[in-house]
């Protein structure tokens, strides 16, 4: 009977620490990556033509602002989360497909976001 009382305390106090672990949705955000990426690309290829080298990178400068402001304007944004880490450094991760609710525990995985399990004694 001791060691189940043990056991259930252990696994309390473990899953208990890893809810404190995980990191937490702070403001929900957009995103313009994707008009940006697509911004640059066709930016390179024209300015590359017209100018060379030079003419790229000036292309593609002008292609990443263009193309952000192309996607926002349209009001094709993605949804993005700013992120506050364990270490207290907070971040923005895209999160298209799912949503997530202000102040949720979340855990990063790679560059997704997945809601924090704290019903699971360790990892």
Do not use: W
């Amino acid at each position: 009977m001791k060691s189940m009382i043990a056991f259930s305390l252990t696994l309390v106090l473990t899953a208990a620490g890893n809810a404190a672990r995980a990191d937490e949705i702070v403001a929900e955000t957009t995103d313009t990556t994707a008009g940006g990426a697509l911004g640059v690309g066709t930016g390179v290829m024209l300015g590359g033509a017209a100018g060379g080298p030079l003419g790229a990178l000036v292309g593609a400068g002008i292609g990443l602002l263009v193309g952000k402001g192309l996607q926002s304007a349209g009001g094709l944004e993605e949804r993005a989360y700013e992120v506050r880490g364990t270490d207290g450094e907070n971040a923005v991760v895209r999160s298209p497909t799912t949503e997530f609710a202000i102040g949720q525990q979340v855990e990063r995985r790679g560059s997704q976001l997945h809601a924090a399990n704290t019903s699971e004694a360790s990892r």
